[in-house]
């Protein structure tokens, strides 16, 4: 199996290395690799930056990719858009449905060990509320913006406090059935070991495509697909389940 890691950060947007440390590292493991750097947040703000942005990665052989925020309004004109090869959307807050949004820095920092300190910032009454809400978000992103793939679905306090109920299974089916419907691709997580085996063999019966990445934003964590390869091993998946970006991808 050809592994692509197509979920990965650099200096450019919040990760700690420079696109040249990323570029070998992923080329000595053998992957195929895509850059994916926040866009509209960390570094990259405007146009203008994105543009930048986009000319650097031109200079690589790697896909040019980038991760949105679902809770932000993306608009990119057609220019940039196409020299896009793909768009990863994904939750960074739990919207509370009243307006307002929690922020998940400090349980993102936690979860990938960056730091041992959690304070909780949300009301665990609220859980099915804030997934419901992103349901929503999801829907809504899906359906009037270009998404490719679902960055780290699972990544959230609520849906882990909510382990092993029937609303989370449902909640899990509402997920696959939206990138089903809207041709979005599922993210196995090298970085999250996410989501779950039991989510995967759902959404390889329901017949959607899934995507590779390691979400590397330290050295270390650069083409760390091992979550991914035991998915693969577990769930079965092979070559075709993997979306992959269709420019030719030049390499030499
Ligand atoms: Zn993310
Ligand atoms: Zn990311």
């Known amino acids: 199996m050809q592994l692509y890691d197509l979920h990965t950060h650099t200096n450019m947007s919040d990760a700690r290395f420079p696109i040249e440390d990323l570029v070998s590292v992923e080329q000595e493991q053998g992957h195929i690799l895509g850059v994916s750097d926040h866009l509209f947040c960390c570094g990259i703000y405007t146009l203008n930056d994105v543009k930048n942005y986009l000319e650097v ?14 809770e932000h309004k993306l608009n990119i004109p ?16 739990m919207p509370d449905g009243r307006g307002g949004f929690v922020p998940l820095n400090a349980y993102f920092s936690k979860r990938s060990g960056h730091t041992d300190h959690y304070e909780k910032n949300y009301s665990s009454d609220m859980n099915r509320y804030y997934l419901a809400y992103i349901i929503q978000l999801m829907e809504k992103m899906f359906s009037t913006q270009r998404v490719d793939i679902l960055g780290h679905a699972t990544v959230l306090p609520a849906y882990d406090e909510l382990h092993g109920t029937a609303f989370l299974t449902q909640w899990e089916d509402a997920v696959i059935g939206l990138c089903k419907k809207h041709d979005v691709a599922l993210e196995i997580s090298g970085l999250w070991r996410a989501p779950g085996a039991d989510m995967i063999r759902r959404a390889y019966q329901a017949g959607l495509k899934f995507s590779m990445g390691s979400d590397c934003h330290n050295a270390l964590q650069i083409g760390n697909l091992a ?6 091993e577990e769930v079965g998946l092979q070559q075709e389940d993997f979306f992959v970006p269709k420019r030719e991808l030049y390499r030499d």
């Open 57 to 70: 990665l031109q200079q690589f052989p790697v896909y040019r990719g980038a991760e949105v925020n679902m």
């Open 78 to 93: 057609d220019n940039l858009d196409d020299q896009l090869d793909y768009i990863i959307a994904s939750v960074h807050s």
């Open 227 to 232: 979550y991914v390869e035991q998915m693969i």
